[in-house]
């Protein structure tokens, strides 16, 4: 199975991390402008700035086509989570989406599967699109385990009742994560197709209908390549979506 049936529009997505301050707004603006001009690429833009950036974002950019997104959220609506933001707030906040699971927050806050699959259902519930990242550590693919790895977290993080337009699933194998390095199209293929039809066997249409976005190193000068491969709909970019210019040179890949 490579080649999906179903049409898929892709989605271009920039992960900010911790970074951006107000001098960062206008990197954003050139994005949102870029991209709705009448001959942009027929491709969803997304920004998930810093929470301290999304509502002022939300403002300047509201009457472009600029998607915006959370990078993380807490499972309950409001409460007693000191330093915590709920799906509900990135909502009211002007997000449409936001990231769960990002290997950043795995090893750096010690989420588990079962975690980021609550969130994927807290993001549901205040209706955000959930963008679960999934993928393998270094020594993982070492050993052989890649898909074996992919199928759990799959299995763990995505919740019962997923849909096309509620999940988006983002492979991100952690070694290429800010390193310069990626898989080769063959391997990033392989992982695609295993998750395709993870998701098929699971969610049956709305599986085959499912963004699946590829993330790790994508630049301008890979993009091209990697977008290009089957059952691969689009990116998940970090360090190259915090300049409006090299963010464009991926979303162009779709020209
Ligand atoms: P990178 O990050 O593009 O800087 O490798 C991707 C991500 O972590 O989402």
Same mark, same amino acid.
């Given at each position: 199975m490579t080649d999906?049936?179903?049409?898929?529009?892709?989605? @271009?997505?920039?992960?900010?991390?911790?970074?951006?301050?107000?001098?960062?707004?206008? $990197?954003?603006?050139?994005?949102? $402008?870029?991209?709705?001009?009448?001959?942009a690429?027929?491709?969803?833009?997304?920004?998930?700035?810093?929470?301290?950036?999304?509502?002022?974002?939300?403002?300047?950019?509201?009457?472009?086509k600029?998607?915006?997104?959370?990078?993380?959220?807490?499972?309950?609506?409001?409460?007693?989570?000191?330093?915590?933001?709920?799906?509900?707030?990135?909502?009211?906040?002007?997000?449409?989406a @936001?990231?769960?699971?990002?290997?950043?927050?795995?090893?750096?806050?010690?989420?588990?599967?079962?975690?980021?699959?609550?969130?994927?259902?807290?993001?549901r519930?205040?209706?955000?699109?959930?963008i679960?990242?999934?993928?393998?550590?270094?020594? $993982?693919?070492?050993?052989?385990?890649?898909?074996?790895?992919?199928?759990?977290?799959l299995?763990?993080?995505?919740p019962?009742?997923a849909?096309?337009?509620?999940?988006v699933?983002?492979?991100?194998p @952690?070694?290429?994560?800010g390193?310069?390095?990626?898989?080769?199209?063959?391997?990033?293929? $392989?992982?695609?197709?295993?998750i395709r039809?993870?998701? @098929?066997?699971?969610?049956?249409?709305?599986?085959?209908?499912?963004?699946i976005?590829?993330?790790?190193?994508?630049k301008?000068?890979?993009?091209?390549?990697?977008?290009?491969i089957?059952?691969?709909?689009?990116?998940?970019?970090?360090?190259?979506?915090?300049k409006?210019?090299?963010?464009?040179?991926?979303v162009?890949?779709?020209?």
């Amino acid at each position: 199975m490579t080649d999906n049936p179903v049409q898929i529009r892709p989605l @271009v997505a920039g992960n900010w991390k911790m970074n951006g301050l107000k001098t960062a707004f206008s $990197e954003a603006i050139a994005v949102a $402008e870029a991209i709705s001009k009448p001959d942009a690429a027929p491709a969803d833009v997304m920004i998930c700035p810093p929470a301290t950036m999304l509502m002022v974002l939300t403002e300047v950019t509201h009457d472009h086509k600029l998607l915006l997104g959370g990078q993380d959220c807490h499972t309950a609506e409001s409460g007693a989570h000191t330093g915590d933001v709920s799906p509900e707030m990135l909502k009211d906040a002007g997000a449409t989406a @936001v990231i769960v699971g990002h290997s950043e927050r795995r090893s750096d806050h010690g989420e588990l599967d079962r975690h980021v699959r609550a969130k994927a259902e807290a993001a549901r519930r205040a209706g955000l699109t959930a963008i679960i990242c999934i993928g393998e550590t270094a020594g $993982e693919r070492g050993v052989g385990m890649t898909l074996d790895v992919i199928k759990r977290q799959l299995s763990g993080s995505v919740p019962d009742g997923a849909t096309a337009a509620n999940t988006v699933i983002a492979y991100e194998p @952690v070694w290429a994560i800010g390193t310069g390095l990626t898989p080769t199209p063959d391997d990033v293929a $392989e992982v695609h197709t295993e998750i395709r039809k993870t998701l @098929v066997d699971r969610f049956q249409a709305e599986g085959q209908a499912m963004r699946i976005l590829y993330g790790g190193s994508v630049k301008p000068d890979n993009a091209k390549t990697l977008l290009a491969i089957a059952n691969v709909n689009g990116a998940l970019v970090g360090g190259a979506s915090l300049k409006a210019s090299d963010f464009l040179g991926i979303v162009a890949a779709y020209s």
